[in-house]
Nanobody, 121 residues
Framework: QVQLVESGGGLVQPGGSLALSCATS????????MGWYRQAPGKQRELVAT???????NYLDSVKGRFTISRDNALNMVFLQMNSLKPEDTAVYYC???????????????WGQGTQVTVSS
């Protein structure tokens, strides 16, 4: 069974940095797209950053220049380096991966359980 596990969340002061990691396990043939989403209290979930196997990245406008996504295709991991954090970045951050488990099978969406990021003084 495919599983995604996030790590790296926590409490940080405004202007600080955090690095998130997402590890995958289980049967995986390919991951065309993987990345990060977040959901703040009272708000809907939004895309933060995604990256394809070829390295093409897509970012939420409000995090451009502050966040950097990267992935290790050999390890099937994705990372999010977050700098210059603001209180409005406070949310539960979720790892998401579109995974083809075996050649010939369709792609399915998989989600991690989420990790809390709190930016506060």
């Amino acid at each position: 069974q495919v599983q995604l596990v996030e790590s790296g969340g926590g409490l940080v002061q405004p202007g600080g940095s955090l690095a998130l990691s997402c590890a995958t396990s289980g049967s995986i043939f390919s991951i065309p797209v993987m990345g990060w989403y977040r959901q703040a209290p009272g708000k809907q979930r939004e895309l933060v950053a995604t990256m394809t196997t070829g390295g093409s990245a897509n970012y939420l406008d409000s995090v451009k220049g502050r966040f950097t996504i990267s992935r290790d295709n050999a390890l099937n991991m994705v990372f999010l380096q977050m700098n210059s954090l603001k209180p409005e970045d406070t949310a539960v951050y979720y790892c998401k991966a579109d995974i083809r488990e075996r050649l010939g099978l369709p792609v399915y969406d998989y989600w991690g359980q989420g990790t809390q990021v709190t930016v506060s003084s």
